[in-house]
Structures are given as C-alpha cells and as structure tokens.
C-alpha cells in the first residue's frame, strides 16, 4: 500500500511565475491536508479538503494560493504569481476520514519550492 | 500568543539520558494530542498519541494537564536514532484541524 505521493519533490520557480503542487493520499483515504513549513519553523495549516469540497481554508493566504482534490485525480495545490517568501516545504497529509474524532494524519514526502 | 508553544531547544544529551519536553496550548477546548517526529528535511511521523490518563510506548510515555494546557513527552534511555525533532499536535475540536508547534529539536550523542 503506497504512502501519500506528492510531486514533484523538488519545483524550482521564478518569481511570477505558477506553482502547482500535487498529492496523491493513501489508498482508501478520502481527506487531504497541506501544510507550509518555512526554514526552522513549525508546520503550519493551510487548508482541509475532503473531495470535491474545501472543508477549512483558514490558513490559507487570501490571495493568489488555491487548492482543489477533485472527484477523480490528485489533489492540487496551486501558488499564482509566486515570490520569494513563498520558498518553503509544502507538506501534503491524508487520513481515512472517521466519524466521532481526528484521524492520524499521515504525510507525505514534502515538495520544497525555492522561488527564485 | 502560538496557539502551541514549545521551547525550541535544541537539547543535547548523551546516550542513556532521560529527556524531557513540554508544550502548551492556548485553546481549552482541545481535544486531541498527538506527538510527531520529524527527521531532518523529511516529513512529519507519528510517533503516539496522548490520553488523559497518560500513555506510554516502550522507552516514550506521553502525559496530558488538561487542567493547566500542557502535554508533556519522556524519553528514557536515549538512542543516537532519537536524535530529531519533536512535535506537539494539537487537535482543535476534534474535528481534524491540527495545529503543530514548532517543534523542539534533540540531538543524542555517543
């Protein structure tokens, strides 16, 4: 059973340009979570989708960052006109998605993205 | 105020030591705790979770404070392979709306 898949590893952009960032959940998984994690610091939330549906976007920044899983296919997070503070770790999570309580989150490799 | 605060360290120990790391969180209505490790340049893993009535796993055991907001992690007899950092995870309303702290990184010695 594959863990979460996320592509590409590694996304090189220069500022304004797009970036788009990919996760695959573990099979039998139907919840997405993303994470940003800057150098030296924590991880923090971004938004939680379910398919089809955005279940929290709280932390996600107002403008130019979306994020999609649609019924068929990965889920999508997408970075529009990047610039530099967007350089970071870009960590996607899945889990199960269990009634009456929090799932384990399990995460995937990351994307790092270095704008330059 | 971080909604989950930990002292960053980093905490350097020989092998053998008993180590300890806490954190706090700021909302009362928490409902879930989790400690995460996290390897250098390598994604979040869970390591356990932690219950009211404290919970242990081999050499790890893990301890919740409702009354005062805080999780603690033990670590006994430390392995060079503990070095990483550690990661208090906070559950918002049980709802799956993790809030991560920034971690608190140990490194083991020989």
């Known amino acids: 059973n594959a863990g979460v898949m996320q592509n590409p590893r590694h996304l090189v952009r220069r500022r304004g340009q797009e970036a788009r960032l990919r996760c695959s959940p573990m099979k039998g998984h139907s919840h997405v979570y993303w994470y940003r994690q800057l150098p030296e610091e924590g991880l923090k939330f971004m938004v939680y989708l379910q398919k089809e549906n955005i279940i929290d976007e709280s932390g996600m920044p107002k403008e130019r960052f979306s994020a999609e899983f649609p019924k068929e296919g990965p889920s999508i997070l997408r970075i529009q006109q990047v610039v530099r503070g967007d350089s970071a770790a870009y960590f996607c999570?899945?889990?199960?998605?269990?009634?009456?309580?929090?799932?384990?989150?399990?995460f995937g490799p990351g994307t790092r993205l270095t704008v330059l | 105020r971080k909604e989950v605060e930990q002292d960053p360290g980093p905490f350097n120990v020989p092998e053998g030591a008993t180590v300890a790391f806490n954190c706090t969180y700021s909302n009362s209505a928490s409902q879930s705790f989790f400690w995460y490790r996290q390897d250098c340049r390598k994604e979040p893993k869970l390591l356990m979770s932690v219950y009211s009535s404290g919970n242990e796993d081999g050499r790890f055991t893990a301890q919740l404070n409702r009354a005062s907001q805080y999780i603690s992690l033990l670590i006994r007899d430390s392995k060079l392979s503990d070095s990483a950092t550690y990661l208090c995870v906070v559950n918002r309303y049980n709802n799956n709306d993790m809030r991560f702290g920034a971690g608190t990184r140990l490194t083991v010695k020989p």
């Open positions: 999570a899945s889990s199960i998605g269990t009634s009456g309580g929090p799932d384990t989150q399990y």
